[in-house]
């Protein structure tokens, strides 16, 4: 195995042994959220959906690929690679309007109650399904390439617009389909990555006032509901921060391929690992910002404290009996 092999197989794995267990925990607090408390919040809802949707674009990419850099090439027949490539594509498409919607709603959440986007709160809590629903369809809609050009790997000589995944195939007939679907993903992408920045910027906008209003406030029940919802909101600042990032590099990379004619194989590494980073680092940040959910994970360790607790108070009062 050479450096690069050996590089991508750390990082993969990498991605792996975070992302999926922390997108699954956080899945699973939600789903221990909604059968106790028969509900769930409908920003907790979309962070559901977006955990969710990451851990599906794990498992699609991240372990074939982690497989690919260890030299396990797997059987992957045609239909095998279509359904994973569609899969991935469809699911790393879906992350973005779902952290859109996310940062949609924390927005018209700490907005004064005084502003006509306040009344858009209901509004948005009834469409969570349709909008889901419509974004869906949309992705899915707009990553039917990946059916199209995507087949097993074969002994035939690759072309230069050949995507070797190394485990699969995508295979593009001429350059003008190639950039066509560029284009088109990236159009689709980058208008959902601007309502993202200006939602962050308003959020940013309303924290800076609600601070501004809050000095010398510390004890009201108001100003903590506030803090809750400003630290919400700061989360959302930072998961649109890092997904900017990501997406950028990712895209750059793209735009550079484009220009040349030959893609150099290690900048295609590049661009995988900037791609289905976002989905390793998304539950991570969920985890570390969200009492609620940071809460749920500990709450066992707590309980075996508070057990421990117990019985050591209940073994002192029998020596020491109060009088």
């Not at 295609?268 to 289905?276: A, E, K, L, M």
């Not at 989905?279 to 570390?288: D, F, G, Q, Y």
Request: with cysteine; net charge positive; hydrophobic share 45%.
């Amino acid at each position: 195995m050479d450096l690069r092999d050996l590089l991508k197989a750390i990082t993969t794995l990498a991605q792996n042994v975070i992302g999926i267990p922390a997108n699954l925990a956080v899945l699973l607090v939600f789903v221990h959220i909604a059968r106790a408390e028969r509900r769930l919040l409908p920003a907790d809802i979309i962070v559901s959906q977006l955990v969710f949707v990451n851990l599906v674009l794990i498992l699609s990419r991240g372990i074939p690929q982690s497989l690919s850099a260890l030299d396990y090439r797997g059987s992957y027949n045609t239909a095998t690679c279509k359904f994973l490539m569609f899969t991935y594509r469809t699911t790393r498409a879906m992350s973005i309007p779902l952290t859109f919607l996310l940062s949609a709603y924390q927005g018209v959440t700490i907005t004064p109650s005084s502003s006509r986007l306040y009344s858009l709160k209901p509004w948005l809590s009834r469409c969570l399904l349709p909008l889901s629903l419509l974004f869906w369809l949309l992705d899915g809609g707009t990553s039917y390439s990946s059916i199209l050009y995507t087949s097993q790997i074969h002994n035939i000589t690759f072309s230069a617009l050949t995507l070797n995944l190394g485990y699969c195939l995508v295979e593009f007939p001429s350059e003008e389909s190639y950039f066509a679907i560029g284009v088109m993903s990236l159009t689709r992408d980058t208008c959902f990555i601007l309502l993202m920045v200006l939602s962050s910027l308003y959020i940013l906008l309303i924290l800076y006032q609600h601070c501004k209003r809050a000095k010398g406030i510390r004890s009201s029940v108001q100003s903590q509901g506030s803090s809750a919802e400003n630290r919400a909101a700061k989360t959302v600042v930072t998961l649109i921060t890092v997904y900017v990032i990501f997406f950028g590099i990712d895209n750059l990379i793209w735009a550079y391929t484009v220009t040349i004619g030959k893609v150099p194989v290690v900048m295609n590494d590049v661009r995988v690992f900037f791609s289905t980073l976002y989905a390793t680092v998304c539950p991570v940040v969920v985890i570390v910002s969200n009492k609620r959910v940071n809460r749920k994970l500990r709450c066992d360790k707590f309980a075996q404290d508070s057990q421990s607790k117990e019985t050591t108070i209940s073994t002192v009062s029998v020596k020491f009996p109060t009088f």
